[in-house]
């Protein structure tokens, strides 16, 4: 009777062991090098410009845009995208264990969500380690036939990463937007996006 009682003690005790240690996240080595790219340059902020957009010119053209490689964890980084006065866009990069996630979330100066807030994609093969492709998710697809813009459920976000400049791009068919940024000239970085503190 002794013995049974601590053999299932001893089975207790490694079975809360093993339950005790997280899952490992999975990733690959293009992925990984992408994402670290970026993260090299946290706490950085740079200027960018529009270098193509086929829709014609818009705010972005005219407003001084401003990349904040704001917050970094070995899990996610969080990039605001500043347009001009306007911080409230944000990209969030995520390991998922099944490749990378990009985010955008958008928010009100008052901190609350936007309508159109968390939309993105995630990674559907290896990519490269300087350029990842994000087609739209399900959740973005759904939410874009809700706000009558059935035709951004095409969209692909694209990021390029090299060491003299990094770009956001967002293509669909017809479609075209693309900024560059100089990693060449950090300059200093902006307030805290809305709906984050510093």
């Known amino acids: 009777m002794k013995l049974a009682l601590a053999i299932s003690a001893a089975v207790i005790t490694l079975s809360t062991t093993a339950a005790a240690r997280p899952a490992p996240l999975v990733s690959i080595p293009t992925q990984d090098a992408f994402f670290d790219k970026i993260k090299a340059h946290c706490g950085k902020a740079y200027e960018g410009k529009v270098s193509v957009d086929n829709a014609?010119?818009?705010?972005?053209?005219?407003?001084?845009?401003?990349?904040?490689?704001r917050r970094c964890t070995e899990r996610e980084l969080q990039v605001p995208f500043h347009v001009g006065e306007d911080a409230s866009r944000t990209w969030i990069i995520t390991k998922t264990g099944s490749g990378l996630s990009l985010k955008h979330d958008h928010r009100h100066e008052d901190g609350t969500d936007d309508a159109s807030t968390m939309y993105g994609g995630h990674t559907l093969d290896a990519g490269y380690a300087n350029v990842q492709s994000f087609p739209a998710d399900q959740y973005s697809k759904e939410l874009f036939v809700a706000q009558g813009i059935p035709q951004?459920?095409?969209?692909?976000?694209?990021?390029?990463?090299?060491?003299?400049?990094?770009?956001?791009?967002?293509?669909?068919?017809?479609?075209?937007?693309?900024?560059?940024?100089?990693?060449?000239?950090p300059i200093a970085a902006p307030a805290a996006p809305w709906g984050y503190s510093d």
């Open 152 to 185: 951004s459920i095409g969209n692909t976000w694209q990021m390029y990463i090299y060491p003299e400049k990094f770009t956001y791009r967002l293509v669909r068919e017809g479609r075209e937007f693309r900024v560059d940024f100089d990693l060449t000239k």
């Open 56 to 69: 014609g010119p818009s705010s972005f053209s005219e407003a001084k845009l401003v990349m904040h490689v």
